[in-house]
């Protein structure tokens, strides 16, 4: 048995899952970003059944977390359920505070990073106007900002997947209420040099705030010296986003903040609810993951490791993925895009399909080892690599 039926074998056993191992996919559509962006995704008709998937790697989850101690953080919390939460807020937020070197009214929480996003576009785009950003990008701010009446003024990335800041810098205008760079990038993970970043979120910030989404920031090899965070103590108008749903292993538990001038805070606070959205028990996790420095390092050394083997194996089956600074991957495929996509679910494999400067793509995001070798094995099958 080689290790693809190996691993078959032992995860349907474990889940129960040996009758009928096939996801039942009814098709996809091809979903548009925004008119003129040079990325449409597909998106399958029906929810699927995740927990039939052998390897979920479609939604760039970490795969080893939370943490023991989170997780007894958050049982030990469900008893405080009936209180709210604004106590625990607090003396996160401080924590916070503390690690990134501000004041605690730099900092504003969240349900996850991407509630931020989207409360921020919620208050700068109420009497519309246009938001600068990279293409392709994270979709959350630029779909809330279109849906309050703003538009969207795409900027390609360069050749090497960066962030154009020239272009961008030169799209601004009397109509922009908002500059958005996701670095490093989602779906590309690409990253743009933090030297020129800084540069620009400097003299930008200047005209208008400047939002910089750094959900990926921790697997980076030295993310002190990437962030933007520093501009913000300059007085810069600038909003840093960080999330416990990447690296801290919470997706599920939704909770995040951003880091801004306590102006712009407020002007968020003003129109919206701050710590009522959150819970307790996610509130006792996430302070107890910012003290797992152990099982952080742990996380992002595995994120590594396994970002490496599969970038490698890829390789050596004449893929050509676009250099990864996160938790995933991506690179054009020669095959249809349903049809991969349909292929790959049907072997138990959860992964993402882009159409991209016309061709198909796959996203891969980084599980365990013995996923990614399923993966592995599963699309040299899918391809006839």
């Not at 032992?10 to 009814?26: D, E, Q, R, T």
């Not at 950003?133 to 994270?138: I, L, R």
Request: with cysteine; net charge negative.
């Amino acid at each position: 048995m080689n290790r693809r039926d190996w691993l078959r074998a032992s995860m349907l056993a474990v889940g129960g899952l040996a009758s009928a191992p096939a996801l039942a996919f009814k098709g996809a559509s091809l979903v548009s970003h925004a008119p003129g962006s040079v990325i449409k995704e597909l998106v399958p008709h029906v929810p699927l059944d995740e927990s039939r998937m052998m390897a979920k790697l479609n939604a760039n989850e970490n795969p080893y977390g939370p943490s023991p101690k989170v997780i007894k953080a958050i049982a030990d919390s469900v008893s405080l359920g009936n209180r709210y939460g604004h106590g625990d807020a607090a003396i996160l937020i401080d924590m916070i505070a503390e690690k990134e070197g501000v004041k605690p009214e730099n900092i504003m929480l969240g349900p996850g990073s991407t509630d931020l996003l989207e409360k921020t576009a919620i208050v700068q785009f109420q009497q519309g106007g246009n938001i600068v950003a990279g293409d392709p990008a994270y979709m959350s701010i630029m779909n809330t900002a279109q849906a309050m009446g703003g538009n969207w003024k795409a900027v390609p990335l360069t050749k090497d997947y960066a962030h154009d800041l020239k272009a961008m810098a030169a799209a601004v205008d009397s109509n922009t209420n908002l500059v958005y760079v996701c670095n490093p990038n989602n779906p590309t993970g690409s990253i743009t040099d933090a030297g020129e970043l800084k540069k620009f979120c400097s003299e930008v910030s200047a005209k208008v705030p400047v939002f910089v989404d750094e959900a990926y920031l921790e697997f980076l090899e030295n993310p002190d010296s990437q962030t933007m965070v520093g501009l913000v103590s300059e007085g810069k108008d600038v909003i840093v986003a960080r999330t416990f749903s990447k690296i801290h292993g919470m997706a599920g538990l939704r909770i995040g903040y951003i880091v801004a001038t306590p102006e712009r805070i407020e002007t968020i606070t003003n129109k919206v609810r701050s710590t009522m959205g959150l819970c307790v028990t996610s509130l006792k996790g996430a302070i107890a993951s910012m003290q797992e420095k152990t099982f952080l390092a742990q996380c992002k050394s595995q994120n590594t490791e396994c970002r490496e083997y599969v970038e490698d194996e890829i390789k050596k089956m004449g893929f050509n993925p676009i250099p990864s600074y996160t938790s995933f991957m991506i690179f054009p495929i020669a095959m249809d895009g349903r049809e991969f996509m349909k292929s790959m679910y049907e072997e138990g494999v959860g992964i993402r399909t882009y159409q991209m400067y016309d061709q198909s793509w796959c996203r891969v995001s980084m599980g365990t080892h013995d996923e990614l070798a399923y993966f592995v094995d599963t699309i040299k099958k899918v391809t006839k690599a």
